[in-house]
């Protein structure tokens, strides 16, 4: 510190007020800055009496009748504005008529009569106007209403004016929901007209957020086998988009007539494929003709094809489980996929073990895990811990998995392999067509992989049976679990818990029930 600035401390204190020493570490204030510390002291204390004392803080300042009034005026011209604009828009007026009549028809406990009066009176609005007004989000509403509740020949009439745009509603964001509402409620004869509108543009839909919606519901819920045929085959080249074959090709079909055009389809498979996967959608687990392109990519491509492919599947096999040929793609990339491969693509399951466990799909993958996955440790880690922690809500229950029909497949396959007693035939077929990839992949030996995972499951699987053996006992799926649990399963100690809870639960069952 310096000696100029000690001075000035001192002469500073000199001249203080002695009440001041009362008062230890408050801040030195130079002469300028003493009125406004005082006034911003003054206000700041008056605040903090006036909250010690319960009162409120003044409110603002209410307006005036003549401000008010200003206030209406304005809001009223700028309402009446934005009118003014609406109307110049082309069709404006016969809109703002339908949207009326849409305000009486969209309800739902209208009466039969009341609604055939409403769109007697809609139609002639739409009729020659819907390629006009149905890009645009209001009028797009009315014109989906009419086709939901119109009669079969009015919703005819406006599919049919339609014709030709099916395509180019379906990338609309608002013009998608009226193609979804005429393949859903127009005659077959409409629902093929959108499907035919289709071939020859798969490739471009597919890529196209809102359009491959409508594609997907069209090839999942509406389209016949030949149809879908014809939709999937143009993921094989341009030429099959062009020229169509009555009832399509099947990728099967022609490889055995055509092989020398494998290579050729093969390639502009895999390129549409990962122009998809590599497109940054979210989750192609709504796209079942991906899923579909994917299996047959699979099932006919070289192993060094396979490979590079996994690099683009493996993110999304969780989303595609739900489906047999999601499922059936996801155990071909497990099995064909090294040590590191099948890590990532196990602790991305980590999340959905249970749920997956559950799927009429998805729980064969488990199964395919179990099969070729030689870290079982890591197995342990990322899905046995997961399958049987109980969670805080009911349905969470390790339990509850024994209990399910396809849980408690799971949990049977660990305890007795590819017993057909508990596994269908079509599973165990499925599991016996890896074998021959599983062998050259997977280096464990079988009975060592499995002894050591039955070692894992079993202390979570024998508390669980004993604590919900009552309730297990009355299940069908449940009952095949602790039964052979109790033969198979590690921990002899839980043997006897078992017999006294099984003897208490067989009094209580009623004899029609045993």
């Not at 230890?24 to 002291?41: A, F, K, R, Y």
């Not at 069209?218 to 988009?241: D, I, K, M, T, W």
């Not at 992949?441 to 039955?454: A, I």
């Amino acid at each position: 510190m310096s000696a100029n600035h000690v001075k000035r401390k001192r002469a500073t204190s000199s001249n203080e007020d002695p009440a001041s020493k009362n008062a230890p570490n408050e801040p030195e204030l130079g002469s300028d800055d003493v009125s406004e510390t005082e006034t911003h002291e003054s206000s700041s204390s008056e605040y903090s009496d006036s909250e010690a004392e319960g009162e409120q803080v003044p409110a603002k300042r209410v307006k005036t009748a003549e401000e008010e009034e200003k206030n209406r005026k304005s809001r009223a011209e700028q309402k009446t504005l934005l009118q003014e604009r609406k109307l110049a828009k082309p069709k404006a007026p016969l809109i703002q008529q339908a949207k009326k009549i849409w305000e009486r028809l969209r309800q739902k406990e209208l009466k039969r009569e009341e609604r055939r009066q409403l769109m007697e009176e809609l139609m002639p609005l739409l009729r020659g106007n819907v390629k006009d007004i149905i890009f645009k989000h209001d009028a797009s509403r009315v014109v989906q209403c009419a086709v939901k509740y119109g009669s079969s020949s009015q919703r005819d009439e406006l599919a049919e004016e339609l014709k030709g745009s099916y395509v180019e509603l379906s990338k609309s964001l608002y013009g998608r929901f009226l193609i979804s509402k005429i393949l859903k409620y127009c005659s077959a004869v409409y629902r093929h007209a959108v499907i035919q509108d289709f071939y020859g543009k798969v490739r471009r839909m597919i890529r196209h957020k809102d359009a491959s919606m409508v594609l997907e519901e069209a090839y999942s819920q509406y389209a016949n086998s030949q149809q879908r045929a014809a939709l999937l085959e143009e993921f094989y080249g341009p030429e099959f988009a062009l020229f169509k074959h009555a009832g399509g090709h099947s990728l099967q079909d022609l490889l055995k007539e055509n092989p020398h055009k494998k290579p050729a389809i093969m390639r502009h498979l895999r390129e549409t494929l990962i122009s998809i996967l590599g497109k940054g959608f979210t989750s192609i687990g709504h796209l079942t003709i991906v899923h579909k392109a994917l299996l047959e990519y699979f099932t006919y491509a070289e192993e060094k094809q396979l490979v590079e492919m996994m690099e683009f599947v493996k993110e999304h096999l969780v989303s595609i489980l739900h489906t047999r040929e999601g499922a059936r793609v996801a155990q071909l990339c497990i099995t064909h996929a090294g040590p590191k491969d099948r890590k990532i693509i196990i602790k991305s399951m980590k999340d959905y073990v249970r749920k997956v466990a559950m799927e009429q799909y998805g729980h064969a993958v488990l199964l395919s895990i179990f099969e070729c996955v030689d870290d079982t440790v890591l197995v342990d880690k990322a899905i046995l811990c997961e399958l049987t922690r109980d969670g805080l809500t009911a349905g969470e229950r390790f339990s509850d998995i024994l209990k399910d029909r396809y849980g408690g497949r799971v949990v049977l396959y660990l305890l007795c392999g590819r017993n057909r007693k508990y596994q269908p035939q079509y599973v165990i077929d499925e599991l016996r067509d890896l074998d021959v990839i599983r062998a050259k992949t997977s280096k464990k030996d079988d009975s060592t992989r499995h002894q050591q995972l039955l070692k894992a499951i079993s202390p979570a699987l024998l508390t669980s049976l004993t604590e919900n053996c009552e309730e297990l006992i009355r299940d069908d799926n449940g009952s095949a679990v602790l039964k052979e649990a109790f033969f198979v399963a590690e921990g002899a100690y839980f043997i006897l818990d078992l017999r006294r809870d099984i003897a208490y639960a067989n009094d209580n069952v009623p004899t029609s029930c045993r």
